[in-house]
């Protein structure tokens, strides 16, 4: 069955690094999001994309945040410079066609630990 | 950010028997509505979804009601299996003003089932 991935599946990166975190949609999906959920918390919005351009993102996706799809099968996430409070579960998610659209296929996780 | 809740944090059910897990909103906005699954150390896996022009939808041993009137929503599992032991996350998508495709989660239901 197909899924989506992500890499790496953990992260430690200290406060003010750069960190870029990878992940590969289901094949045939058109429709990519990335959520958070820092320990304790629920799961948050943080971006969608489609089309090459961002169609929706959320207060926390700030200045600091960025996405892109570099190649057909990439899709990444990168965080400039990055605070404590980045510290938490990232999830990417991909979704089919329109009519599926809020029927989004969640990757396993990748989990961020900013020291 | 209470905009969809699980009141539950943990449920604990027999194999065999019904599972039964709430969930409540308070945007009347939202016109979509997804029950996911998680183990732990992976992503949420979307288990069933339900339309607002509906009020029941089934899928084998899933089913879920939405109470418009009530704003409120259930998942029943019929029947347990200890295989269903996880955290549900109720989620929810105002569509006509959400055209990226973000959704609200709820805090999670830790779902455990006895053999």
């Known amino acids: 069955e197909p899924e989506v991935t992500q890499t790496p599946s953990h992260q430690v990166t200290q406060m003010g690094q750069e960190v870029i975190l990878r992940c590969v949609p289901i094949s045939n999906h058109l429709y990519f999001y990335w959520y958070r959920q820092i320990l304790g918390q629920k799961v948050e919005f943080l971006v969608s994309?489609?089309?090459?351009?961002?169609?929706?993102k959320s207060e926390i996706f700030d200045d600091q945040f960025s996405v892109e799809r570099p190649d057909g099968s990439n899709f990444t996430l990168k965080i400039r410079s990055t605070k404590l409070e980045d510290s938490a579960m990232y999830f990417c998610?991909?979704?089919?066609?329109?009519?599926?659209?809020?029927?989004?296929?969640f990757g396993p996780g990748t989990r961020l630990t900013v020291t | 950010d209470q905009q969809v809740k699980q009141n539950s944090p943990s449920l604990s059910v027999q194999e065999g028997r019904i599972s039964i897990l709430n969930c409540d909103y308070t945007?009347?906005?939202?016109?979509?509505f997804l029950w996911y699954k998680k183990y732990p150390a992976e992503g949420p896996t979307f288990l069933i979804s339900i339309s607002s022009i509906k009020d029941k939808n089934e899928d084998g041993r899933f089913t879920v009601f939405l109470n418009k009137s009530a704003k409120h929503l259930s998942l029943h599992i019929v029947p347990s299996q200890p295989g269903d032991s996880a955290v549900y996350f109720c989620?929810?998508?105002?569509?006509?003003?959400?055209?990226?495709?973000?959704?609200?989660f709820g805090q999670g239901t830790e779902l455990s089932v006895k053999p």
């Open positions: 998610a991909s979704s089919e066609d329109r009519d599926l659209f809020y029927e989004q296929y």
């Open positions: 945007n009347s906005m939202f016109d979509y």
């Open positions: 994309f489609y089309n090459n351009e961002i169609s929706e």
């Open positions: 989620a929810a998508s105002a569509r006509i003003y959400n055209q990226g495709g973000k959704l609200i």
